[in-house]
């Protein structure tokens, strides 16, 4: 998947989830769901390569 792709889906995926919770997106709102993934994605690779601390080790 290519980043013109990924973000298509990102805006496919987060427009009804956004209208059903009335919230609108904006810059802020993506930043922070950015960090929200690059942090699950360090999380899954930390556990995966055990370099998480013990009380990391619990699946999010």
Known sequence: M??????HHVEE???PYAQRN??????VWFML???EEVVELTQT???KTGQARHNELQAP
């Open 2 to 7: 290519n980043t013109k792709q990924c973000s």
């Open 13 to 15: 995926v987060s427009r």
């Open 22 to 27: 009335g919230f609108e997106r904006d810059n």
């Open 33 to 35: 769901k950015l960090h």
């Open 45 to 47: 690779y930390r556990m």
